[in-house]
């Protein structure tokens, strides 16, 4: 199995570039030959197991790295040092690096909350695209990343209800990209919970030939609350973390003040949106927002991306519709509330 080159716009600049695929040759022989030809191989391949072995190589084998090769991986990986909140100096491997605290408040600071209310704000610098549950939207997207019911968990009739006809929002996060997710919604937990599951790659090539792989992951969910005073008023929102192959943990770290005291979310706190929640190690990954029906509505500038046709795009190619991502920073803008109405209760 061959996979086409992909390509995703960069949102500060709107340049298109070309992604150059983490272990993409070993990614299409697993989907390809290994799936077809080796089932029992495959389904090892996406084992917890092999995941963590895999990590392990990649990103802990090598221990003793100097401060010279650690600057060049900065160089190489297009990473900021100057963003970076910790002393790089103590820095010895890959993990370090992916597990790299930054300077938030300074480098992916939040939109102005007095010019901004009801504002959704990323939850990871990512590649993003959305869409919507409902068939009678334009952008409805049914079945092409996970499966609804699969996702939610299929013993949550309340929310597999809640969220039925809503819209979503997938961000892919890349090795290179800075890995804790932030919260993007103010709120109060009604729910959290985790859900088993395997290890599939998130590569774009690998989610379009294979059927609906993140809801087959393991995987996070916590559900916010934002009807509450304080909050972003914009009804449920579901956001799931989803792990993906060299991905060997999620790891709760909540913190209202820079990376300090992290707590594990649980049923009835309060987070504040922008806040640390957690952070994926290591390799790539993927983060799910889930909004209720006609609460939101996702930025211009994204929706206007996602439509393109000029751009050489794997899930545009493999769905049969214009799904091209837009490479958006931790903290910023992607939504808005389009109704103050709150539920009744």
Not at 3 to 27: K, M
Not at 66 to 92: K, M, P, W
Not at 144 to 172: C, N, S, T
Request: net charge positive.
């Amino acid at each position: 199995m061959n996979f086409y080159p992909h390509q995703y716009i960069d949102r500060e600049t709107g340049s298109v570039h070309t992604e150059n695929l983490c272990a993409d040759g070993l990614i299409a022989w697993m989907y390809g030959g290994a799936r077809e030809n080796a089932p029992r191989l495959f389904s090892a391949l996406v084992s917890p197991r092999f995941s963590k072995m895999l990590a392990w190589l990649h990103y802990d084998l090598h221990r003793h790295l100097c401060q010279r090769q650690i600057l060049h991986l900065f160089q190489t990986l297009n990473i900021d040092s100057g963003e970076i909140a910790d002393d790089v100096s103590h820095y010895r491997c890959l993990r370090d690096i992916f597990e790299r605290k930054i300077k938030y408040d300074a480098c992916r600071p939040m939109p102005p909350a007095e010019k901004t209310p009801g504002v959704v704000t990323s939850p990871a610098d990512a590649r993003m695209l959305f869409g919507s549950f409902s068939d009678t939207s334009r952008f409805f997207i049914k079945e092409k990343f996970f499966d609804y019911a699969e996702l939610i968990g299929i013993d949550k009739p309340r929310w597999l209800h809640q969220f039925r006809g809503g819209d979503m929002a997938v961000f892919r996060l890349t090795p290179d990209k800075y890995h804790y997710n932030h919260v993007p919604v103010s709120g109060t937990i009604a729910d959290s919970y985790e859900i088993a599951g395997l290890y599939h790659s998130c590569n774009p090539g690998a989610v379009v030939h294979m059927a609906t792989p993140l809801s087959k992951n393991r995987r996070m969910v916590t559900i916010i609350d934002t009807d509450i005073a304080g909050g972003a008023g914009i009804g449920y929102v579901a956001m799931i973390e989803i792990v993906a192959l060299m991905i060997g943990d999620i790891v709760p770290c909540y913190s209202n003040n820079a990376y300090d005291h992290p707590q594990k979310p649980h049923v009835g706190m309060y987070v504040r949106q922008g806040q640390p929640q957690s952070l994926y190690r290591p390799g790539s990954s993927t983060t799910v927002l889930i909004f209720e029906n006609n609460r939101i509505q996702f930025s211009e500038d994204i929706r206007r991306n996602m439509l393109r046709q000029d751009v050489s795009s794997r899930y545009s190619r493999g769905f049969g519709m214009p799904l091209v991502e837009t490479d958006v920073r931790v903290r910023s803008e992607i939504a808005r509330r389009i109704s103050t109405m709150f539920r009744s209760v």
